[in-house]
Structure formats: C-alpha cells, structure tokens
C-alpha cells in the first residue's frame, strides 16, 4: 500500500495540470506580426474560418438504403487466403 501511495499523487497531479487549459481566443505575442494574409485573399481568415473544416475534409455521411439487391460481377482477384 504504501508503494502505491507515489503512484496514486503522480495521477492526481497529472490530471489537475492536464485540465487546467485555457479556453480563450489566441493572440500573438507581445511584439510580434499577426499571421500572414493567404495569397490572393482581401483580407485574413478569421479563428472561426481556419478552424471550420471545409466540405471535402468532413463529407457528409450518406444514409441511402439500398432499394434493391444486386448479383456481384465476378472478381479474378477475390482469392481465398493461402493454406
């Protein structure tokens, strides 16, 4: 029990620093440039923009049943496994 005692405040310790997190807008820091403005774009993208995954990086999902049973076209290539 007592070589446990270690262990038991390395985890407590752990999780309190791991959910001590800020939840606030980023910002440079003291002295430095803003980001970049993209090429050809008018103006910077905003946090909301850069962090929205666009269409092609999450698609939507599709929940089409199918309607009607369709017999597979044969396949050379669908091999038992060997042995």
């Known amino acids: 029990m007592a070589n446990s005692r270690p ?7 752990t999780s309190l620093l791991g959910a001590c997190g800020s939840k606030e807008d980023l910002k440079p820091a003291a002295g430095q ?11 910077a993208p ?26 597979r076209q044969p396949n050379d290539f669908d091999l038992p496994p060997p042995g």
Not at 7 to 13: D, E, F, H, K, L
Not at 46 to 71: G, H, I, N, V
């Open 7 to 13: 262990i038991i405040a390395i985890v407590v310790a």
């Open 33 to 43: 440039p803003a980001a970049a403005i993209p090429v050809g774009a008018k103006r």
């Open 46 to 71: 905003t946090t909301e923009e850069l962090t929205t995954p666009d269409a092609q990086a999450k698609p939507a999902r599709s929940d089409e049943l199918l309607k009607r049973s369709e017999q």
